[in-house]
């Protein structure tokens, strides 16, 4: 078995949400998820704190442990917007260039999926802010239609990782001649449960555990999302679960790889 990390990038402050509801409706879960017992005081205490502090990045403290680890870990960043993703493509470029420096890859998050002229957009324009290359994407949402993937092969993207799976479905060229490299745990619908946290990291970890245990001698890739918003204090239980991961992964001595090697390997292949 290989491991593939990946962080989508959908909150980066709580200004960026002044003209919507996003962050009034994370306080509100918070409240929510204490009286139904399922975060303590402590966890509740250190997410209003962090809201009120204007911080959801929390990337450097990511990309130190995924760095000290060696993941290969890829963050994906929006360069267009939605009503639930509002950052600008700009405010992530020293978060790109930190990640780039410290041997890290990024992609994109994309917003349009049914729109060539809209989807090229958001591709020319994340290059030309970043100044990068051979980059993938994930969709926003994980939206794609039947033109999605032919869109993504004539922009040029080096692979896309939208398509979710929990059989553990493996890379493949589609029809289309796009890399898919499919994923298969996310942290979201790991922990939730119709949006409100339900599960602690102890589940979480045993049943990721099974999954790893069951195939680490496998010649397959397990592939992982982890939002970095939630590597705090805040999200105790998710940011637990995700170094577990990290540090569990290591000591198996289970190799972490990128999606540029899975494309390379496949390419080969």
Not at 17 to 32: E, N, P, T, Y
Not at 154 to 169: A, N, Q, R, V
Request: charged share 25%; net charge neutral.
């Amino acid at each position: 078995m290989k491991i593939i990390l990946s962080h989508d990038v959908d909150n980066l402050t709580t200004k960026e949400h002044s003209k919507d509801l996003i962050v009034i409706k994370m306080i509100i879960r918070g409240f929510i998820e204490f009286f139904l017992f399922r975060i303590n005081f402590s966890t509740l205490f250190s997410r209003l704190k962090l809201i009120l502090s204007n911080n959801l990045t929390n990337i450097k403290e990511l990309v130190e442990l995924d760095k000290k680890y060696n993941t290969k870990a890829t963050y994906f960043f929006a360069t267009s917007n939605d009503n639930t993703l509002a950052y600008k493509a700009e405010a992530a470029k020293p978060h790109v260039k930190y990640i780039l420096d410290n041997n890290l890859n990024v992609g994109i998050h994309g917003i349009a999926f049914d729109n060539l002229s809209k989807m090229k957009s958001e591709y020319d324009k994340f290059i030309t802010i970043h100044q990068t290359k051979n980059i993938g994407i994930r969709m926003h949402y994980l939206r794609k239609n039947n033109d999605t993937f032919s869109y993504m092969k004539e922009i040029g993207y080096f692979f896309d990782t939208t398509e979710y799976s929990l059989d553990l479905k493996q890379p493949y060229i589609t029809e289309e001649g796009l890399i898919e490299i499919p994923f298969h745990i996310m942290d979201s619908y790991l922990f939730q449960e119709k949006g409100l946290q339900k599960y602690n990291s102890k589940y979480a970890i045993e049943y990721t555990k099974n999954i790893i245990d069951k195939n680490k001698d496998k010649d397959i890739i397990l592939n992982i999302n982890f939002h970095q918003e939630y590597f705090s204090d805040g999200w105790k239980d998710w940011k637990d679960w995700y170094t577990w991961i990290v540090q569990y992964c290591h000591k198996e001595n289970i190799e972490f790889i990128s999606y540029q090697e899975v494309v390379n390997e496949l390419s080969n292949k």
